[in-house]
């Protein structure tokens, strides 16, 4: 199976959004991790997007898309009928 392809992040006050290239978007709360919580708009604005997830080094913090994905319920976790990426 072809995995999806993720083409775009972003964030909200109390959000990280993450769409594929075919429309699908999940997302996670900041509440659900104590680093990005605690963080301000800015630090939580200052990631990057690695091929599995997303990064904040300044939080020393990583999400996977994965994750995201299977918490939203388009894709099971763990199996190889999931695979979200970012291709950048």
């Known amino acids: 199976m072809k995995p ?16 594929t290239t075919t429309g699908e978007t999940a ?10 919580k605690k963080a301000t708009p800015a630090e939580r604005a200052a990631f990057t997007l690695t091929y599995g997830g997303i990064h ?18 388009i894709c099971p976790r763990g199996t190889d009928k999931c695979n979200v990426v970012y291709q950048g």
Do not use: P, R, T
């Open 4 to 19: 999806l392809q993720i083409n775009k992040v972003w964030v909200d006050e109390g959000c990280i959004y993450a769409q």
């Open 27 to 36: 997302h996670y709360c900041f509440d659900d991790w104590q680093s990005l």
């Open 56 to 73: 904040w080094q300044s939080l020393d913090e990583d999400l996977s898309y994965e994750g995201m994905f299977a918490a939203a319920g």
